[in-house]
């Protein structure tokens, strides 16, 4: 019979895993591009999110089948989803935290340059333009504490996590 935690802590693992490779695979194939495509780039990290947080899906599915004999409520199967979810989340943030650090240390300016840029280009008033630059330097500012990077990384991650094992728990439950 295939134990519950392992199932769930290896369906973790693998997501935070695709996380973690992820990073390096876009950093070798993008180091040598100078001219930042934010767009790509978040293109990328939601479309990597999904591939690795369908780990949700089929860690639950894994577990139903082989612990529960393919019966699940909705409430354990979302519970059992989270609990992957936090997994992933996790290793997400302590794998962003070390690649940014090692690998773009300047991201926080770079992305506050590329907000200015924007917000420059969008026809603000110049009182409105100034007030929205100086919130985009407090955060910048604010982003570069670790707790603070770390909160803002959890969070970039975990609400998706969350939307996932919702839709896995209605795919999965089984009466």
Known sequence: ???????LIKS?????SIFALSWVIFHLLFADNQE???GTGEALGYLTMLIALSAVYFGVRNYRDH?????ISFKEAFLNGMVVVLIASVIYVISWMVY???????FADQYAAEQIKSLNEAGFSQDELQAKIKEVEDFNESYKNPIVMAGITFLEIFPVGLVIAVIS???????
């Open 1 to 7: 019979m295939i134990d519950r935690k392992m199932v």
């Open 12 to 16: 973790g693992l693998i997501a935070g």
């Open 36 to 38: 930042s495509d934010w």
């Open 67 to 71: 612990q529960l004999a393919g019966v």
């Open 100 to 106: 940014s650090s090692n690998f773009m240390p300047d």
């Open 169 to 175: 728990a209605l795919l999965l439950k089984r009466r």
